[in-house]
């Protein structure tokens, strides 16, 4: 099982371009996340879905947009990449059956945008 | 809102000290606190504690919810230089159909040979 994977693992992109990041899981989990971490910042929730075909909009979703058209996949959209976007972004996947309320996290993309 | 708010936001130690990390919350429909260990990469899960008082043990790490206070510690003793790492605290907000998780900023803790 590769569990949460993410595509690519680092991007630069010059202001106003666009680009889309790829979260793949293998575990059948219904629930999956887009986060971005800045220093000193935490995690902060771009946006979420709960399932194939819903998506949500989290605490930080402007400048971005999200689809789930499969379940296994969440796909995170910069339409027009600003330099405030410069961050490394987190998938996380949720089992709502699970009962231990762990998120379960993928490895990351640091994006810089220049 | 939820709040999740981590104390202190830095840490440097030496080797073989002692320390605590706090977390105090104030979220909607409580269930659970979550602690997450982040070294250069994913964050990956060290305790879910759900009720107070009952401590949770994972070798030089332990930690403990205090629900009437509204905060949790974890406590790394005997530290090592690969406990260095960022700690998070979080809690879920689970209203009908939506799960989502608060994250404190976390702690930034430097062990020091």
């Known amino acids: 099982n590769a569990g949460v994977t993410q595509t690519p693992k680092f991007r630069v992109l010059k202001t106003g371009q666009s680009m889309t990041l790829l979260c793949a899981q293998d575990m059948n989990h219904e629930y999956m996340y887009w986060y971005r971490q800045d220093p000193g910042m935490g995690l902060r929730l771009i946006h979420y879905?709960?399932?194939?075909?819903?998506?949500a909009k989290g605490e930080v979703p402007d400048g971005y947009n999200v689809s789930r058209l499969k379940k296994q996949n969440f796909l995170l959209g910069l339409e027009s990449a600003a330099p405030s976007q410069t961050s490394v972004y987190f998938c996380?996947?949720?089992?709502?059956?699970?009962?231990?309320?762990?998120?379960?996290f993928g490895p990351g993309t640091r994006l810089t945008v220049l | 809102e939820d709040k999740v708010v981590q104390s202190p936001l830095s840490l440097v130690v030496h080797e073989g000290d002692t320390v605590t990390l706090n977390c105090s919350y104030e979220?909607?429909?409580?269930?659970?606190l979550l602690w997450y260990k982040q070294e250069k990469k994913a964050p990956t899960f060290l305790f879910m504690l759900?009720?107070?008082?009952i401590e949770k043990k994972s070798g030089r790490l332990s930690s403990i919810l205090d629900k009437k206070e509204l905060s949790s510690i974890l406590n790394i003793t005997a530290t090592q230089t690969g406990d260095s790492a960022i700690y998070l605290c979080a809690a879920p907000n689970s209203g009908g159909s939506n799960y989502k998780l608060t994250f404190g900023k976390g702690t930034l803790l430097t062990v020091n040979p």
């Open positions: 759900t009720s107070s008082g």
């Open positions: 979220v909607t429909n409580f269930r659970s």
């Open positions: 879905s709960v399932g194939e075909g819903t998506t």
């Open positions: 996380a996947t949720y089992f709502t059956g699970s009962g231990a309320n762990e998120q379960f």
